[in-house]
């Protein structure tokens, strides 16, 4: 991890588009570093701590209609710099590797391009968090939404981002190829093949990046 502060440990954010397969590759990842006795913490955005938690219940409230686009990125960037200071930075000081299920590339892709708010303002709001912890490593699962969508059964109706849309997830996919292109600390894997080929991809890319 880069930063400000003396830290240890390697920080592993995971992106992807909602039905990526996150969740089931995080699992699997898991259960990999615990086979192996290695050191981590997993944890996600928006929460992970009790104070993020709580925000990210405002800002995933299907009741929360009327919230504006500036809300709802600032609020992402609160609970990230809670959540940062409360659990990620004590866990990299204490030499741990920490995987992050989704971090600041989700507020650049959702709130910089697919809400429009662009990559300087999101950046701006987030240039504190970035400061303190930028990731060793970004991979991004790489699944257009259409596929994505198909393969979890569609949008949660209950959840206010997951309901924006195919259009809204189309232009976060492109947010997302936007920042690969931009940022080298993002790698794509592909998710072609079975959840195994794709975990497989993922391990040997944390071995080639001299995470694990
Ligand atoms: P999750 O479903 O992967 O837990 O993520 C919650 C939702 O929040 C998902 O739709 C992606 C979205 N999100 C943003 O729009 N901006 C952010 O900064 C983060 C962390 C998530």
Sequence with gaps: MRGKEMVKGKF???EGCEGSGKSTQLKMLSAYLDKRGIPYILTREPGGSPIAEQIRNIILDGKNTEMCDECEAMLYAA??????????????????????DRFVDSSLAYQGVARGLGLEYVEAINRKALDLCTPDLTVFLNISPDRAFVRKNGADQNDRMEKQGLEFHK??????LQLLEKYPRICAVECNGTIEQTNKNIIDLLKSKGII
């Design 171 to 176: 232009r976060v996919y492109g947010g997302y």
């Design 79 to 100: 609970a990230r710099i809670q959540h940062l200071r409360e659990k990620v930075i004590p866990a990299l000081e204490a030499g741990k590797l920490v995987i992050c």
């Design 12 to 14: 592993v954010t995971v």
